[in-house]
């Protein structure tokens, strides 16, 4: 739906694949995003027998996938500008002292 219907081609990341959101065993969820148009499948929780199961369905990135991933490192570090850090720390003082 996000890419057929609203066109958006940009890198899509699933939500966290162990919070049993979705049915089926956890190879089959990654596969099931995949499927779904995600780019990347999380899994968050750092079981190691999970993790094998979802690395054993998904694969490498695809060719899609890896030209999503570069093209929003290219538009990341296009737009990061040097941080003055006392300018910042004085706005957040700002705030912290208006609240």
């Known amino acids: 739906m996000i890419r057929a219907e609203i066109g958006f081609d940009g890198l899509l990341v699933s939500d966290d694949l162990s919070m049993q959101a979705l049915g089926g065993s956890l190879g089959e ?42 093209d929003g490192e290219a538009r990341r570090r296009w737009h990061v500008e040097p941080i003055e850090r006392a300018a910042l720390e004085a706005r957040v003082d700002t705030w912290f002292a208006s609240a």
């Open 29 to 70: 969820r990654a596969a099931g995003a995949l499927a779904a148009g995600c780019d990347v499948v999380l899994h968050c929780n750092g079981r190691l027998d999970e993790m094998r199961d979802v690395a054993g369905s998904v694969g490498p990135l695809s060719d899609a996938a890896s030209r999503r991933v570069a």
